[in-house]
């Protein structure tokens, strides 16, 4: 069972659409979470932290259940600078951060 | 943005090259990583240091090699690569642990190509 999941895309919305992304994640113990974003051959960028009882920032929204492990990440209104693949990033124990496959996501105008 | 540097930003070498990538980061920070990111796969961590002391190592093949003289500067040495490393080698670094933060900043990578 792969470690980190993530919704396996690609997402092709209008402008002003709202859009979700999933991921799951199979250590229990997990400590931290996070959404980076990478642009097409760019490096990786935060995004967001995840906390444990959701966080706002703008436009997006995260979300963790640590009961299901389980992490979402809400975008409203998407812009075309949305563009991009989102990583979602798991810190299984000390300093070993997992990294999902990602979701691509297009807004098209 | 200068945060995290890498050299050089392309390169391509033959199996029995012997070749250095070299990170280095602006940042005041204490830990830094290496991640190779091959083509529709997810971002693997190889190695891990923290305050200079290498503190994770992924199971990676001995054909790379880490150093890390300083919290700034970070490298990675490679020697008789086979044609399947062949990808985006990415390196990080943050505050570290127990310093406040976990948030990573990425360097723009090397794009290796092994013939």
């Known amino acids: 069972r792969k470690e980190v999941e993530q919704d396996p895309g690609p997402f092709n919305v209008p402008e002003g659409a709202t859009v979700a992304f999933n991921c799951t994640y199979s250590?229990?113990?997990?400590?931290?979470f996070f959404w980076y974003r990478q642009d097409c051959r760019k490096e990786p960028k935060l995004l967001m932290s995840?906390?444990?009882s959701g966080n706002e920032d703008g436009r997006f929204t995260a979300q963790l259940n640590r009961a299901s492990q389980y992490i979402s990440l809400l975008i409203r209104d998407s812009k075309l600078s949305d563009s991009a693949t989102y990583l979602c990033?798991?810190?299984?124990?000390?300093?070993?951060?997992?990294f999902g496959p990602g979701t691509r996501l297009s807004v098209l105008p | 943005e200068t945060g995290v540097t890498q050299t050089p930003r392309h390169l391509v070498m033959g199996m029995t090259n012997k070749k250095s990538l070299k990170c280095e980061q602006h940042?005041?920070?204490?830990?830094m990583y290496w991640y190779k990111q091959s083509a529709k796969k997810p971002l693997e961590l190889m190695f891990v240091?923290?305050?200079?002391?290498?503190?994770e190592n992924n199971s990676v093949p001995s054909r790379f090699s880490p150093e890390c003289p300083n919290s700034s500067h970070l490298f990675l040495h490679l020697h008789t690569l086979q044609p399947e490393d062949s990808a985006l080698y990415l390196c990080?670094?943050?505050?570290?642990?127990?310093?406040?933060?976990?948030?990573?900043?990425f360097g723009p990578g090397t794009r290796l190509l092994v013939l």
């Open positions: 990080a670094s943050s505050q570290g642990p127990g310093q406040g933060g976990e948030t990573q900043y």
């Open positions: 250590n229990s113990a997990s400590q931290s």
């Open positions: 995840v906390y444990s």
């Open positions: 990033v798991v810190n299984d124990y000390g300093q070993n951060f997992v």
């Open positions: 940042l005041g920070h204490n830990a």
């Open positions: 240091y923290n305050f200079k002391e290498q503190t």
